[in-house]
């Protein structure tokens, strides 16, 4: 569910940006805490290359933080040399999330975390 502004949704980042904006005296944390609810149902998406066994490189990654099975929903790219790949798991907090993503980014097998 996001805020409408206009006739489109507002991503976090831009409800982020806004709350920001029109209060002097709040935190960076008070405004995270205001977007997001934890724990909270995640997904998780990264770019890879192809043809280096990457969503299971990042399937184990994501497990060191968030042991658990997961099905990772998989989109090659139109000439097949990268490939999008979707997580979904129950995120915590932000601190957890930022260490997911550290830790993905870090592998060389990840063009980019999104």
Known sequence: MGLVVGLRRCSRFERFEMLIMNKDDITEDEAIAQLWNFPCDFVFKAMAFADQNAEDKIISVINQFVPGYYVPKLNPSK???????????LADSKQQLDEIYLAVNNLECVKVCL
Do not use: D, Q
Not at 79 to 89: C, L, Q
């Open 79 to 89: 000439k097949g040399t990268y490939i999008a790949i979707s997580v979904s798991f």
